[in-house]
């Protein structure tokens, strides 16, 4: 949706840029912003309407750029506490700020929840020619070991999308710069035993879209086009040496062990050095070869990556990440400056010793006969 022209560019208390969508509350300082939404501001925190443009919050510890897709009230703070990083002894209370991530996944353009990666169907209902799909997922807050008493707080977040009569969904997407089709319909306090604890108030939520590092269909790059000698120059320094095909048909993204990402595989010996003589009259009879430039890949076995991956999972949720695993492996890579990844033993699931992954098709160039 379009940022009304009055709309103010920058936070009059502090001067920090403000998002778009007509903010409540500046992400900075907190302080209130008036103009498109005058009426909003003086409303209390939880009178606010759910899905209308309100105040963002934004998590410091993420290192990497976030996008908040709202929630069941829009929130006057600065900052909330995301899943392990409350460090206090006593509970949080009502008039604490508690973020939860529900089961996204990055997709060209947005995000999507899907029925088997965290959603579960609800339900269908007819509404005119069209169907509306309804999902859930439960999600829960947690504090640091040993703080806040031990208490868990349990959530059931809700969606819907729509569909066509005869049509079918299962999940639903969104846009990056659209509120999430999504809300709070269940909530309630549990004790370290895991007995629920019903009379306990409950504190303030705020829904908020995982960290998206910016990935392949996040990026509008494409491999250069090269011929032989330029792309070997064009390749130096790189760690992934030689000669590659794409483990799919296409330069599209995939959804790889690591995340997002573009999987090569090495061409054999016989084809490095070009196409024989009636590989170019059958024109195209042999796959596209490419040269891949990864300066500081993560490099592992492959049968070893599930072992390391429950290592980052637990890493990013002691600094309040409670990501998809997927999604922790992308926001760790990205941490420690990887820029691609090599699998070696990578027979059992590749048919070849060696693979690469790369993030960007920028990293890519095809080489022309």
Not at 14 to 32: E, T
Not at 231 to 249: E, H, I, M, N, V
Not at 342 to 354: G, K, L, N, P, S
């Amino acid at each position: 949706m379009a940022e009304p022209a009055h709309a103010p560019k920058f936070c009059p208390n502090c001067g920090s840029a403000l998002p778009p969508g007509g903010p409540r509350f500046c992400i900075v300082c907190g302080h209130a912003v008036h103009g498109a939404a005058d009426e909003d501001v003086a409303a209390p925190p939880d009178e606010a309407a759910p899905g209308r443009p309100g105040a963002t919050v934004r998590l410091s510890n993420a290192r990497v750029a976030q996008q908040v897709i709202g929630g069941t009230v829009k929130l006057p703070v600065s900052g909330a506490v995301p899943p392990g990083l409350w460090v206090r002894d006593e509970p949080p209370g009502p008039e604490d700020v508690l973020a939860i991530y529900p089961p996204l996944r990055p997709v060209s353009g947005g995000w999507s929840g899907l029925i088997g990666r965290g959603w579960r169907p609800a339900g269908s209902a007819a509404h005119g020619t069209k169907m509306v799909f309804h999902f859930q997922a439960e999600v829960a807050w947690f504090p640091a070991d040993g703080c806040g008493a031990g208490l868990r707080l349990l959530t059931t977040v809700a969606a819907s999308s729509h569909a066509w009569e005869g049509k079918a969904r299962r999940g639903f997407r969104f846009g990056l710069r659209r509120d999430g089709p999504m809300q709070i319909t269940t909530a309630h306090w549990q004790d370290a035993a895991g007995r629920p604890l019903p009379d306990r108030p409950l504190p303030q939520i705020q829904i908020m879209a995982p960290p998206r590092v910016p990935r392949v269909a996040d990026l509008a790059d494409a491999p250069a086009l090269l011929v032989a000698p330029e792309a070997t120059l064009w390749a130096q320094g790189s760690q992934a040496l030689g000669t590659y095909r794409l483990y799919r048909d296409q330069v599209m993204q995939e959804h790889t062990p690591v995340g997002r990402g573009i999987t090569l595989v090495p061409l054999r010996e016989g084809r490095e050095q070009g196409r024989p003589w009636w590989g170019k009259l059958l024109g195209g009879a042999l796959p596209a070869r490419y040269r891949a430039r990864v300066v500081h890949p993560f490099v592992c076995v492959l049968a070893d990556w599930d072992e390391r991956l429950r290592a980052i999972c637990a890493e990013a949720r002691g600094l309040g990440l409670d990501l998809d695993p997927a999604l922790a492996a992308e926001w760790w890579l990205d941490r420690q400056g990887h820029d691609g990844v090599i699998f070696t033993a990578a027979q059992a699931h590749y048919h070849a010793e060696r693979v690469v992954i790369v993030f960007r098709r920028s990293q890519l160039a095809r080489i022309q006969d």
